[in-house]
Structure formats: C-alpha cells, structure tokens
C-alpha cells in the first residue's frame, strides 16, 4: 500500500465552482499536513498548513483533516483560471523535521 | 517577498561526471533541504542540514551525494558521479525554525544525464 496517494486527475471544473481535493494515507502516525501547488517549471509553494485533525480556512482555501479515516482534503472556493496547476499533499511525523512525504498531485484545471 | 534561488535552471551532463547544484536560502533560515523529483513521479526527500552538519538523510541520498555550506549564503548539492537515474527536477527549500516553521522551495534545477 502506497504511503500518501493522490488522484492524478486532471480535473477540470468551469470557473466559479467549488474544488475538492483529496489525499489518503496509510501511516496513522503523520501529524502534521500540507497543501502545496506547483506551477509548471516551478517549485512548490505552500498553500495551507495543518496540525492533527480539524478544518484551517484561509481566504477562498479550506483544509480538512480526519485522521481517524487517514484522509485530508483541500477545498477552493469560488475557483479561478489561475488555480489551474497541480496540488501537493504532503504530510510528517511528529518528530521527523521537515522529511515531508508527499503524494503525487492532482493536476487542476479551472476553464473561464 | 524572498525566494529560495537555484542555479542553473537547468543542467546537462555526462554519466559519471561530477554536478554540483546551488542553492541561495532565504537570509534568515536556518535549515536547509534537497528534494528532487523524478519526471512523472513524486516529491522525495534526500537531506536537511542544520548548523553545517546532515540532521537527517533518505535512502536516496547515498554516497554520491553530499552537501556543503561553503559560505555564508550559498547551499550546495553534490553527486560525485552521476547516473542516468539522477535525472530529476531537485529542489532547494529552506526554513526559520526547522520543524516548526513550513518550507519554502525555489523553482528547482533540472538535471539531465546523457
């Protein structure tokens, strides 16, 4: 079983609508969460930024975490052409630094 | 706002040649990392350095990588003799605080060996 996995997509959704993005993990012990979005031929840039369970919301950007079904997911409201780009989850141990494991992105798309 | 810098974008060389990447942190950060991406794959963690010493390291990262803070701004990546399976976008990142802070990646250097 694969540590973090990401649905590869691409999603595509029509401006306005509300994106869900989904990670599921196998390590029960990861405590800390990450969204990342990567922009082609750049690196990835931290987009939210989580501790255990709960939700974090941050302008049109809402995190969840349940740690209890292994699951995290990133909602973007009101979505927009520039969202397009992929989405990173990454996740770590409680004591592991900054050793991120992360899953392999899903690619976004928002058509105007 | 200030950026991890990486250079070169990009870098071409031959099978077992040596490649030094650089890397320019963020001036106030404190630790500093190597990730690389293989194309088509994930995001993996090689190395964070700390106070001029590795604080921990992945299996990827074996003797033929090594890193280096020559001087007070620069952050570099070494592989002695590189492979076909170097291949790879690596990225740079840097924090404040290590493990309480988040990291900050450049854009990368994409490695291709022939």
């Known amino acids: 079983q694969k540590e973090v996995e990401q649905d590869p997509g691409p999603l595509s959704v029509p401006e306005g609508a509300i994106v869900s993005l989904n990670c599921t993990y196998s390590?029960?012990?990861?405590?800390?969460f990450m969204w990342y979005r990567q922009y082609s031929r750049k690196g990835p840039e931290l987009l939210m930024y989580?501790?255990?369970?709960g939700n974090k919301e941050d302008g049109r950007f809402t995190a969840q975490v349940d740690k209890s079904s292994k699951y995290i997911s990133l909602f973007i409201r009101d979505s927009q052409p520039s969202d397009s780009a992929t989405y990173l989850c990454a996740m770590r141990l409680n004591n592991a630094g900054n050793m991120l494991t992360f899953g392999g992105g899903t690619r976004l798309m928002v058509k105007p | 706002e200030p950026e991890v810098t990486q250079t070169p974008s990009h870098q071409v060389t031959q099978m077992g040649q040596e490649v030094i990447l650089r890397c320019v942190p963020i001036s106030n950060h404190l630790y500093f990392y190597w990730y690389r991406q293989i194309l088509g794959q994930k995001v993996e963690f090689l190395v964070s350095?700390?106070?001029?010493?590795?604080?921990?390291k992945s299996e990827i990262f074996d003797d033929q990588f090594s890193v280096e803070r020559p001087d007070g701004s620069n952050f570099t990546l070494k592989i002695r003799s590189t492979k076909l399976e170097d291949s790879a976008m690596y990225f740079c990142?840097?924090?404040?605080?290590?493990?309480?802070?988040?990291?900050?990646f450049g854009n990368g250097t994409r490695l291709t060996v022939t």
């Open positions: 390590n029960s012990a990861f405590q800390y």
């Open positions: 990142a840097s924090t404040v605080e290590g493990a309480n802070s988040p990291l900050h």
């Open positions: 350095f700390y106070n001029n010493e590795i604080s921990e």
């Open positions: 989580t501790y255990s369970s």
